[in-house]
């Protein structure tokens, strides 16, 4: 039981990390970003790219985040921008990025998977009965370490108190003088970060390909419904509980309907308590 909920308890740091990004840039910009998942595939690559040049895994994990934070800005400068006063147009923008992201990396890389190794593959930490391998052990640590680093961002700086005034009212930020595209580009910047962050975490895990994030992302979009629209703790918490849902259904139930279980809980959400575990207004970056 504690080992299901250890496995568990990984899969909801890897949802968290994806659906804060989502959420973040919901709650700024009202974008269903589907591009997401283009942006973890590009910054899983560049992470493979470097470290199969034999760059040390650390240069080559930094390469790959500081990727994921570069495309993701790209996407907001080049489309996202242009259609903040159209948010009908959003889902569709959104959609076309996603396929173009996806169809560079199959171009530059095929559609291959490719194995990321990392210096602790080999590690497995054991506890009693209970063992959790290396990458797994990374993964939640990576998450912990972004989510508390971006708490301090959202709550201590005067960058992150200007994202929630945004946030909460975009015309009243505007006309206290808040830079308004400096918010977006760094709401995109911060959810490329967390991309990035996942693609290095979960990359090891499974394999390199351009679809390698579709799965994840739909999770995460799980998990956002789940945490409430634009609500940061609210998709932390979110992301736990699915994950240790879905490692509970696979575990007694069957592993190949791990993923149903997510949308059964989507389902139930939307009907009882529509505004999410933790209601916040939309729009709302806390």
């Given at each position: 039981?504690?080992?299901?909920?250890?496995?568990?308890?990984?899969?909801?740091?890897?949802?968290?990390?994806?659906?804060?990004?989502?959420?973040?840039?919901?709650?700024?910009?009202?974008?269903?970003?589907?591009?997401?998942?283009?942006?973890?595939?590009?910054?899983?690559?560049?992470?493979?790219?470097?470290?199969?040049?034999?760059?040390?895994?650390?240069?080559?994990?930094?390469?790959?985040?500081?990727?994921?934070?570069?495309?993701?800005?790209?996407?907001?400068?080049?489309?996202?921008r242009w259609i903040i006063t159209k948010p009908a147009a959003a889902p569709a923008?959104?959609?076309?990025?996603?396929?173009?992201?996806?169809?560079?990396?199959?171009?530059?890389?095929?559609?291959?998977?490719?194995?990321?190794?990392?210096?602790?593959?080999?590690?497995?930490?054991?506890?009693?009965?209970?063992?959790?391998?290396?990458?797994?052990?990374?993964?939640?640590?990576?998450?912990?370490?972004?989510?508390?680093?971006?708490?301090?961002?959202?709550?201590?700086?005067?960058?992150?108190?200007?994202?929630?005034?945004?946030?909460?009212?975009?015309?009243?930020?505007?006309?206290?003088?808040?830079?308004?595209?400096?918010?977006?580009?760094?709401?995109?910047?911060?959810?490329?970060?967390?991309?990035?962050?996942?693609?290095?975490?979960?990359?090891?895990?499974?394999?390199?390909?351009?679809?390698?994030?579709?799965?994840?992302?739909?999770?995460?979009?799980?998990?956002?419904?789940?945490?409430?629209?634009?609500?940061?703790?609210?998709?932390?918490?979110?992301?736990?509980?699915?994950?240790?849902?879905?490692?509970?259904?696979?575990?007694?139930?069957?592993?190949?309907?791990?993923?149903?279980?997510?949308?059964?809980?989507?389902?139930?959400?939307?009907?009882?308590?529509?505004?999410?575990?933790?209601?916040?207004?939309?729009?709302?970056?806390?």
């Amino acid at each position: 039981m504690i080992q299901v909920l250890v496995n568990g308890v990984f899969l909801g740091c890897l949802f968290a990390v994806v659906a804060v990004g989502l959420t973040l840039v919901y709650g700024v910009m009202e974008v269903p970003n589907f591009a997401h998942a283009g942006v973890i595939v590009l910054a899983a690559y560049t992470t493979w790219s470097v470290s199969h040049a034999g760059a040390p895994f650390v240069v080559a994990a930094l390469a790959g985040i500081a990727c994921g934070g570069l495309v993701s800005v790209l996407t907001e400068v080049v489309a996202y921008r242009w259609i903040i006063t159209k948010p009908a147009a959003a889902p569709a923008v959104a959609l076309g990025l996603l396929l173009i992201l996806q169809n560079v990396a199959l171009r530059l890389y095929g559609g291959e998977g490719r194995s990321l190794d990392t210096p602790y593959d080999t590690v497995l930490l054991k506890a009693g009965s209970v063992s959790l391998p290396g990458v797994k052990a990374a993964l939640i640590v990576l998450a912990v370490l972004s989510l508390a680093a971006l708490h301090l961002l959202l709550s201590r700086t005067s960058l992150g108190r200007a994202m929630r005034a945004v946030a909460q009212d975009r015309e009243a930020a505007a006309i206290l003088g808040i830079p308004m595209r400096r918010q977006y580009s760094l709401a995109f910047l911060i959810a490329g970060l967390l991309g990035g962050v996942a693609a290095v975490a979960y990359a090891p895990t499974f394999q390199v390909s351009p679809y390698m994030a579709d799965d994840v992302l739909l999770s995460a979009f799980v998990v956002v419904v789940l945490g409430g629209l634009g609500s940061v703790w609210g998709a932390v918490a979110g992301g736990l509980v699915l994950g240790v849902v879905e490692g509970l259904g696979a575990a007694y139930v069957s592993a190949a309907y791990q993923s149903a279980f997510g949308f059964l809980i989507l389902v139930l959400i939307l009907v009882l308590r529509p505004g999410g575990l933790r209601s916040t207004n939309a729009r709302r970056v806390a």
